[in-house]
Structure formats: C-alpha cells, structure tokens
C-alpha cells in the first residue's frame, strides 16, 4: 500500500467518527424511559385518545386545543364518541398526569424535545 | 484516400450541442469520419520504437487487423494500469457524471458531439471497465452502466481518445478533479498496445528517438537552419550573432522543441533566442544548443508514460554528455508538462547538475533545483527585472497583442504571470481576453496532443472554435492583430486556425517579440520586425 | 439506455425497497430480520465495504506528480503566486483540500456555455453564469449532513448537547399558526425542506439539460430516488404517519449497544424507513457514492505542485530503451563532421 499512513489514519478519523454512536453508548446504561402512571391515571383507563395516538400525537392535540381555546374561546372538546371534555392542560391532563417529572419530562428528555407549554403554563407542584 | 474537404465557417458553425433525446450512447457505434480522425500509424515508425503489431491498417475500413487475442491484451494493460496509476483507478470509480465538465471541452463546443463531453469520453472506458472489474457492472450490466468490450468499443475508444487533446480543462472544473488527460493517456497507452497509434503521433516519436527532433531533422539540416537564422538576423539588424552546437563545457544546455527551428513562425522565436544569446554573451552567458537532444517536445507522451521516458532522457543524457551546470527549455507546451511534472521521476535524479543560478543576475531558480530545468521566459523575466537587457517595446507598437495560454503550461504548471510579465516590457499594447478563456481556464489550439495533422483539419477547426472566438473578440474590440503563445504546437496550429476564423491575426511567440524589441550592441536602425514587416512609423520608408 | 428506461428502472428498484419491509414486517410480522439484521448488515458492509475499497485505492500508487495547477506557480518573490490553487507544499494542499471537501470549490467555477450563430453564420460562444448545481449540491449534502447528526437523538443516550443545539437552530422556524393550525408539528426543520428541494432539483436538472441527460446512468437516478423516498418516509413519519418514538430510540440505542431489541408499537412505516437507509449504505462502496472518500485521494487536487524542487521517485519506475548518443552519432558522424558539429570519435 502506498500512503499507507495517511489512508490508513483518515481511514481510522472517518470510520470512527461515523461509528461515534456505537462508541459513545458502550458502557452507559442508556435506559429507556418508563412511563409511571399515577393511581388516579390508572383508574381513569381511558385518556382523551386511545393509548397509540395519544403516545405519538398527544401534542397535536394540545396544540388544537390552544388555538381554538385561545383565539376562538371553544373551551369544549367532543370526542367522537360524545363525550365532552374541558380543553386544559392543567386543569384535565394534569388532574390524572400530576406527575410532571415521570410522565411527561422523562420521555421528553430522553428524544431531546422541548416542548412549549410551560412557557406559559405553570408546572404543577409535585407531590413526592 | 479521397481528399477531405473541409467544410467553411459558416457551415461548420453550425453546432448542435443538445445529444439526441432518445438513443442512448451504449447503443450508438462510432461513425469514423473523415476530418476528424487522423491517419493510422504506419509500420516502420512503430516499428522504430519497437512498439507491438506495427501493420498497415485503415481506420475506415472494418478489419482492423488486430491480433487475436485482442481482449486479453486490452484486459491484461487495463488490469496493469489499474495497479500502477492511482488516478486511474480513482477516476474509473468516483464519477458522478454532475455534467459540470460537459461543456467545458472545446471539442464538445466546436463539433456537439455528445462523446467528446470529458464525462463521456471517460465513461467509454469507464463502461467496460465495469464490466470486467466491478460486482454491479458484472451483475448488473446496461443498468449499471457497463458493456462488453467489442470490436465497436474499441473502434469507439481510438476514435475519440484521438480526439482529446490533453488539455485538462475538464479537470479544473471537476469537483473530484477527475483529469481526463490521465484517462486519455492511459487509454492511449491500451491502444498502442494494439498496434493502434496515429501516425502524427508515430512518426514524430520515431524521429524523436532516431534523429533527436520530431521532424527527423539530421544534425547538419539543423546546423543549416540556424546558420540561415544566422543571415536572416544579419539582415534585419546588422548584427552577425554567434551560437554554438554540442560545444562541451558549456555552462548551459539549450533544449528547444523542433518546430521553432523548422516551422513559421515559430522560425521567429527561434531567432529571438539566438538573439538573446548573443546579447547576453557579454554579460557572461556561456550557452549551447544540441543536435541530439534538439526536441523539447515529447510525442511519446502521447503514446505512453513509457515513450515519453524514452524520449525525455535525451535531455539529462545530453546534459551529462556535455558537462553543463544545467537546462535552459524554450517555449513549449506538453514539454514543459513532462519536464515540471514528470522528467525528474522518469530520468532523475539529476545529481550531475547543479542548482540553476543566473549567470547575469545570479538569481537562484529555487523552484527548478530538483530538475536543474528552467523555463526560458523565467530566465528572460528575471532579466528584465533586473534591468539587464536594453528594449525598445516601441518597435512592437505595429503589433496589438493578447495572449494565448498554452494548456500544458497553464494547467500543469501555472505559468502565468512569468509570460505576461515579458510580454509587457517588449511591447506596449497588450489586451487580455475573456477571464473564461485565460489562464487556468484557457481553451486548448485545438490541436494539441499530436492532432496537429492535415487529415483532420475538420476537427481541428472545430476544437479551436472556442479559442478563436475569444480573439476575435479582443480582435473587434482592441484591434488585436497578434497572438502571442509560448508553445510551439501553437505556433503551427493557431495560425491556421486564424486564417480559418479570424484572418487579421497573426500568431507569434514571446521572445520573437523580445528580440524585436531588444537593442544589439552595434546594431543598424531597425525598419523592419524579425518578419521583414514594416515597424510602427516606417511604412513609408519600407515603400521607397 | 435512453433516460425513460433509466428512470424506469431506478424507480421501480426503489419501489421494490418500499415493498420488501412493507411486506416483511406489514404482512408477515419479520420485525427482528427488517430491525436488527438488516440495520446490522448494512452497517457491516458499508464500514467493510469502504474499508475495502479505499485500501483498493491505496494498493495502487500514484507514480507522477500530477496536480491541476489552477492558479500561478511559486516563482520569483516578486511574482504572487496562487498558495491554494497551485499549492508548492502540504499547508497548501491542506486548504485546498478543505476548501474542495466543504465548499466544493471547482464546482463553483462551473459556467454554462452559450452557443449562438448570427444569421450570417458567425458563431459566439459565451459563458453564463450557472452556480446553481454549485449551490444544489452545497445545500444538499449540507442538509443530509445535519439530518443525520439530527438523528442522533435516536442514537445516544443522553443525546449530546451539540445534537440539541443543531435542533434548536435547524427548527427556528415555528410553524402551526393560523390559518394552518396544527401544521408542521411538531417543529419544522429547514434541512428537511432543504434535502427535499435539492434532491428535487438535482434530479430535474438532471433531465432538463440535455446532456446530463444523456450521461445519465440508472446508477445516477437510483440514489437520488432512495434519498427522496428516504426523506419522504422520514417526513411522513414524523407529520402524518406518527410512530412511538421513544420505541425507535429503544432499538436503534439497542443495536448501537449490540444489544438489539426490537419494541412493540413501531408502525411499518418506521420499517420502511429503516430499509430504504440501509440499502442507501449498504449500495454505498459500491457506487459513485464513494466520491466522498474518493475526493481525498484525488491526485490532481493532493498533490503539491513542486515536482521540479522536490524528488519523487515512481515505485514502479523501470530502465527503457533509449536512443543513446553514441547509437546517434554512429548515425550521422559523417554528416555532422562535415558539418562541422562537434563529435565524439572522428571515425
């Protein structure tokens, strides 16, 4: 081989850097979040949507609601199947979800998303 | 052979750069056109050279005699360049085909012809060496873009291979710096290994190698015409200049290529050295020219690497032969390629020279103290710069001048500024042309590469379209009436090329005009250039 | 091949990688082959593959100094010389290199001819201003470069604080105001829009200048149509067809760990998405795609032009046949003695 060294070192500096993650979660714990329902969730057995939809689009809902709670004063919310419910963050998600920290930060923090919502909203203090 | 004919401006403008939509290229066999393939190699120069399957062959016709194990020939030199060039091997895999080169070719330009695109020229070679070296190309076949090679292949690589000039333009503009000058040389390289070379370039590389120049000039025809440059000097400026020839002991060797001693006007330019010589003797320059080694341009490197070896070590051989301190080269194109980028890998190290210093001025050429070769507008440069010649650039005031960037110097060397530098001290209308014509970017004579030939003028006309339109633009705007160039492909090319685009100008080379303008010691008044042409201010004398 | 049956079959190959996961884990529920061996194959060969390939490269020497020299040689001290264009040593090389590596210089030199004839038949041709593949090829590989630093949220954990700050710039835009209400959540990131509209590009100009139409390969289709359906997955998931993404980082950290599990609640799409990078990379040493380790090695851009200062010795450099002076004067003696040229035997 010719210009062994200089191949062979950009070689090393290139494969290494695109298999960093392979480096960098070696040994970590790397624990994926669980999320902890409180007693009142549990009992509740249903949320606003069903479990899939609300784990992946749940802030598409809360998003929905702000605008039409915010600009359009629609402080209700039927559901398909007739139930209604009082669009609010703090005053119905977090009536079953109080626990802030273990149901929504921890998965939040583990896929690095920062949410909005309490730019404005006030976390709930939580009960320990 | 019938004669070509060459078709006029007029119609040969008449350019079509948009491929057909439909027919794919692997589905379109070469036609071999008169005009613009040149003539086959001829047995007895290959022969000179001791190159394989030399024979009688005509590229039209369709037997073209090859031996019957052609395949593995192509197969077995293609697999040795692979492991020998790097480039190649690189430039075979890493195209993208973005088509940033496409229209950058000048012979893409001046005929539209979608294979003389650089990315499509490469991909003829590129497709069959898919086929025989890669898993996809195996595999996959068209779809991966690779063919077997055939007969119709090969046929497809001499055509347009041979209607590559070398010129590396391509490569400036490639965003890999793929050089299809190496892909050319190397294809070259594969069909000479059949046997398969043109006879403008055979035949000037048998002279080279038997008679030392490429016109197989012998050493007393050689002697003659200096002498005669001798007279001709005599008679315009009344100065009887010396020169000397294989002189032992000298502290320089002179290695210039052939056509400045053989060929208008590069006749001129060789009466500019001798000129300057001469001046300079006085001053210290103790200088020789060589009989042996009387070609600087090398027409084995349009053969192979190996042919070019061949023909460069005459410089170093001659050099050590002589005794000198080290080589001053003329102006030259592709030599000055091989002599920057290859003479000291092919036949150094040049140990028994010294490290080039200037007689005169005493300046060290630390750029060449590896080869001890130096170009011989940096020599003048230097000259000037130190004040060392006494010039009259108004006896170039008759001349409106641009400059011509010969490829190989430009692109394979970036020798720039050293030409134009001269060129503003001898003369005082200087006009330069387009940015996108100049310098790195400069479009090739069209000629280059040994397809300087008669037979294809018509592809000749058509690759310099792109060069003599930029004259002709500063000739409209400027009044540009001289093209000035420091290489001596050029100087037999682009005249003919002027009278075929752009009649009013005429083409010279640097030092033609350095000597025009330089002041002999004890010479007459000047009437007339080197040319017997009236100088600014004498016509009317000239017509007593 | 004409460019209607290249795009055929380039499109209809990508399709295919679309239906095998969909299929696969749709249909017959292989959620283990299409999320963990797959992935890991893939990954194999493409670390394999262009180890291979590159020490390939490497085997073969480059015997000549072959720079392009774009810019004025190193001369006189009183001539400026071009230090990056026509580099004499390796500090030269060095930005050189980076400037074609980051700002792929030479394509920025790119012109467009234009070729007219005047009714009288003279032509003109003329250079026109064109940076815009300059432009499309910057923005997509840039794109693709930050996109895949963005999914190393999917891949590490904790996730880095450079790959936070890389989202927070890359997602300045907020969307989902009226009168789109719930429009681009979550955050809309440029370099989605970017990727998609330069691959987009590329691929038209591709068939809109008829030469590079001509040239095109189904090689050169292909990855541009697996990087548009790479990204179109990519977006459907993240818009449209949303998967639990606490699940995609569960197995993707799980087979960064060797340790590979494969979740429940992952939609197929994910699957598909999956496949399409993994052929993507696995297709990678095979291909043109391997410029980007090929442009390190390029000779004409490498190499320092000081090959008339500096010894380079060419490994494979062998004696030839020469014509030697005495072969020549043997020749001609009698010629040059009458002549009077000087000679090394009189007779």
Aim: some cysteine.
């Amino acid at each position: 081989m010719y210009d062994g060294g200089k191949i062979i070192a950009g070689l090393i500096i290139g494969i290494g850097l695109l298999m960093s993650p392979f480096f960098y979660n070696a040994g970590k714990a790397a624990k994926a979040p669980e999320r902890v329902l409180t007693e009142k969730a549990k009992q509740a057995k249903e949320c606003i949507l069903d479990k899939a939809q609300m784990t992946a689009s749940h802030f598409k809902l809360l998003d929905e609601w702000r605008h039409t709670v915010v600009r359009d004063g629609q402080r209700y919310y039927k559901r398909a199947d007739g139930k209604v419910l009082y669009k609010s963050l703090q005053v119905t998600c977090m009536d079953c979800h109080s626990n802030k920290a273990n149901f929504c930060d921890q998965c939040h923090n583990y896929m690095a998303v920062t949410p909005y919502c309490w730019d404005c909203h006030i976390a709930p203090e939580e009960k320990k | 052979m019938a004669k070509v004919t060459t078709p006029k401006p007029k119609e040969l403008s008449n350019i079509e750069h948009s491929p057909p939509l439909m027919k794919g290229w692997m589905n379109t066999p070469a036609e071999i056109r008169p005009g613009i393939y040149c003539y086959a190699s001829k047995p007895k120069n290959l022969e000179v050279l001791g190159m394989p399957y030399p024979k009688e062959w005509n590229p039209e016709d369709d037997d073209w005699k090859l031996p019957e194990n052609w395949k593995e020939i192509i197969e077995k030199g293609f697999k040795d360049r692979l492991d020998r060039f790097r480039s190649f091997k690189l430039f075979m895999d890493i195209c993208v085909r973005c088509g940033a080169c496409a229209d950058k070719c000048h012979f893409f330009i001046g005929s539209g012809d979608p294979k003389n695109m650089p990315v499509l020229r490469a991909e003829l070679i590129r497709s069959v060496y898919r086929k025989k070296f890669t898993k996809g190309g195996k595999i996959f076949g068209k779809f991966a873009g690779a063919r077997e090679l055939t007969e119709d292949v090969l046929k497809e690589w001499w055509y347009y291979l041979y209607q590559c000039t070398e010129c590396r333009r391509c490569s400036v503009f490639c965003p890999y710096g793929i050089d299809t000058a190496e892909v050319t040389i190397i294809g070259r390289e594969l069909t000479n290994l059949l046997g398969l070379n043109i006879d403008w370039i055979a035949a000037p590389a048998a002279n080279c190698f038997r008679t030392g120049n490429h016109l197989g000039i012998q050493p007393h025809a050689y002697k003659d015409m200096l002498d005669f440059f001798v007279d001709e000097i005599e008679d315009v400026t009344g100065v009887r200049v010396d020169y000397s020839l294989n002189r032992k002991g000298a502290e320089i060797l002179f290695v210039t290529p052939s056509g400045d001693v053989f060929a208008d006007p590069g006749t001129y330019t060789a009466m500019g050295y001798l000129m300057l010589f001469h001046y300079l003797q006085s001053q210290g320059l103790d200088i020789t020219w060589s009989t042996y080694a009387s070609e600087g341009g090398n027409f084995g490197y349009f053969t192979s690497h190996e042919t070019a070896k061949r023909l460069n070590a005459k410089m170093y051989a001659e050099a050590k032969r002589l005794g000198v301190k080290y080589i001053i080269g003329g102006e030259c194109g592709h030599m000055w390629r091989v002599l920057n980028q290859y003479m000291d890998t092919f036949n150094g190290p040049a140990d028994f020279l010294e490290e080039p210093v200037s007689p005169i001025t005493g300046t060290k050429f630390e750029n060449a103290k590896s080869t001890k070769m130096i170009h011989l507008v940096e020599f003048t440069a230097d000259l000037i710069k130190h004040n060392k010649l006494k010039l009259d650039p108004s006896r170039n005031d008759h001349l409106k001048v641009t400059l011509h960037d010969s490829c190989n110097t430009a692109r394979g060397m970036g020798f720039l500024e050293e030409p134009r530098y001269v060129i503003n001290s001898v003369c005082n209308n200087f006009y330069e042309m387009p940015p996108n014509t100049i310098r790195e970017q400069t479009f090739c004579c069209g000629s280059g590469a040994g397809l300087n030939a008669g037979e294809d003028m018509e592809l000749r006309m058509r690759g310099g379209l792109p060069r003599a339109n930029a004259v002709r633009h500063v000739n409209e705007k400027y009044g540009v009436n001289m093209l000035a160039c420091i290489c001596a492909i050029d100087r037999a090319a682009l005249p003919t090329l002027m009278d075929y685009w752009v009649p009013e100008v005429q083409v010279t080379g640097v030092h033609e005009m350095v000597a025009n303008a330089l002041v002999l010691e004890g010479e007459k008044e000047r009437t007339t250039d080197l040319r017997g042409n009236p100088l600014a201010g004498m016509e009317e004398e000239e017509d007593v | 091949m004409n460019f209607i049956l290249s795009i055929i079959v380039s499109s209809l190959a990508v399709v295919i990688l679309v239906l095998i996961p969909w299929i696969g884990v749709g249909a017959l529920d292989l959620k283990v082959i299409f999320g963990v061996l797959v992935p890991y194959a893939a990954m194999a060969t493409f670390f394999v593959g262009i180890v291979v390939r590159v020490i390939d490269w490497g085997r073969s020497p480059v015997p000549f100094r072959i720079p392009t020299t774009a810019g004025q040689q190193w001369s006189f001290p009183w001539i400026k010389s071009s230090p990056i264009d026509n580099p004499k040593g390796t500090l030269g090389v060095v930005v050189r290199m980076i400037f074609e590596v980051l700002l792929f210089r030479s394509l920025f030199r790119n012109t467009r001819l234009e070729y007219r004839r005047a009714s009288d038949g003279t032509p003109s041709v003329n250079y026109e201003w064109e940076k815009w593949l300059w432009l499309a090829a910057l923005v997509f590989h840039y794109s693709f470069f930050v996109i895949f630093l963005r999914h190393f949220r999917f891949f590490m954990e904790p996730v880095p604080g450079f790959v936070k700050l890389l989202e927070s710039l890359d997602g300045f835009m907020q969307m989902g105001v009226l009168p789109l209400n719930g429009f681009g959540l979550p955050g809309v990131y440029l370099t989605d829009m970017l990727l998609m509209l330069a691959v987009t590009y590329l691929f038209l100009r591709r068939l809109y200048v008829s030469q590079t139409r001509y040239i095109s390969l189904p090689a050169d289709y292909f990855p541009l149509f697996l990087i548009l359906g790479l990204g179109f997955t990519g977006i459907l998931m993240r818009y449209f067809i949303r998967v639990d993404i606490t699940a995609v980082k569960q197995l993707a950290v799980g087979l960064f760990k060797f340790n590979p599990t494969v979740p429940d609640g992952i939609g197929v799409i994910f699957y598909i998405h999956l496949f399409l990078i993994s052929a993507l990379i696995a297709y990678f040493p095979f291909s043109k795609l391997m410029h980007f380790a090929g442009i390190f090695l390029s000779p004409t851009r490498n190499l320092s032009n000081n090959s008339r200062f500096k010894r380079h010795i060419n490994p494979w450099n062998y004696p030839v046949k020469v014509h030697t002076y005495e072969e020549y004067e043997d020749d001609f003696r009698e010629a040059m003695v009458e002549a009077g040229i000087p000679v090394e035997k009189e007779s």
